[in-house]
């Protein structure tokens, strides 16, 4: 991450937080909240955002019926951080990446929904014909940006990627 987040120390406390003016205004809570809800390497950038909201807000302390509203009133702060944030570490080949792996969420959603209309059906069948070529892209992203996202398969104790192992997942449902 850009910034070293901990639960119990000051995000303030990064020296080099100090040289950017649009952080100066914003309360520990927020910087905290933004740069985990958004940061390229946030242990919560995996989820979904409306997940991760929740998630983060919870890691923050904030109470369930209070998220909604904590949120509002943060706004505008959160977007100036946000904004700050987003020019520090944009790049270019990351948020395509972020893209692809937001369009694999949503595929696969659509095929785990059992009931499919007319148009779901054929956005499968579309789905199917491009999907070599949609990981041979998403892989080379992968490596490009170097966050291969390795996870331990203690059964089979070999390396795999997130898209490696739901591709294997769905492989194994549709034998069973």
Known sequence: MLFKVTRNKLVRDNPELAQFPEFVNCSDVELKY???????KS??????????????????????????SWVERH??????????????QFDDNMELYLGYRAQMREWTELLKK?????KESSAVFDLAKNMIDFIENMRK??????????????????????????????????ET
Do not use: C
């Open 34 to 40: 933004v740069f985990l809800m958004y940061d390229y």
């Open 141 to 174: 992203l992968e490596i490009l940006i170097g966050e291969r996202i390795k996870q331990k398969d203690t059964l089979r104790a070999k390396q795999q990627t997130t898209l490696e192992r739901y591709l294997e997942e769905i492989d194994n449902e549709e």
């Open 114 to 118: 059992k009931d499919k209309t007319d």
């Open 75 to 88: 706004v505008v702060n959160n977007k100036v951080i946000y904004d700050k944030l987003m020019e520090l």
């Open 43 to 68: 242990p919560y950038r995996q989820q979904p955002e409306s997940i991760r909201t929740r998630m983060v807000l919870q890691w923050l302390g904030i109470e369930s019926n209070k998220m909604a």
